[in-house]
């Protein structure tokens, strides 16, 4: 069972970089997929979260209106794409399954594992320079 994000890099502030999480080892049909990130020296935040059949997503207000979360279950994978990125996005990112994202960054773990804690890839950095 595996997460694996990739398409960070380096971009301009305004730019856009879109994010790809793919899972090898097991479906994510079934399960709310989210994105989270972790500036250096700061607290993990949720950035966005969608529903199993991709009907429904969240967004933290930190990024709301700039980023669109997508999943596309026949190729077990979900996307992140991100406009008029800004230096403060600079960040980490990972994916992880069933976790609800709240408005404010918060998050909560929704599964049903017995760690309590889901499934989580290694993330990928996304560097935005002003």
């Known amino acids: 069972v595996q997460l694996q994000a990739s398409g960070g890099g380096l971009v301009q502030s305004g730019g856009s970089l879109t994010l790809s999480c793919a899972a090898s080892?097991?479906?994510?049909?079934?399960?709310?997929m989210s994105w989270f990130r972790q500036a250096p020296g700061k607290a993990r935040e949720g950035v966005s979260c969608i529903s199993s059949n991709g009907n429904t997503t969240y967004y933290s207000d930190s990024v709301k209106g700039r980023f669109t979360i997508s999943r596309d279950n026949a190729k077990n994978t979900v996307s992140l794409q991100m406009h008029n990125l800004k230096p403060e996005d600079t960040a980490v990112y990972y994916c992880?399954?069933?976790?609800?994202?709240?408005?404010?960054?918060?998050?909560?773990?929704?599964?049903?594992?017995?760690?309590?804690?889901?499934?989580w890839g290694r993330g990928t950095l996304v560097t935005v320079s002003s």
């Open positions: 080892g097991f479906s994510l049909e079934n399960y709310v």
């Open positions: 992880a399954t069933d976790y609800l994202i709240t408005e404010d960054g918060s998050y909560l773990y929704i599964g049903d594992d017995n760690a309590g804690k889901g499934s």
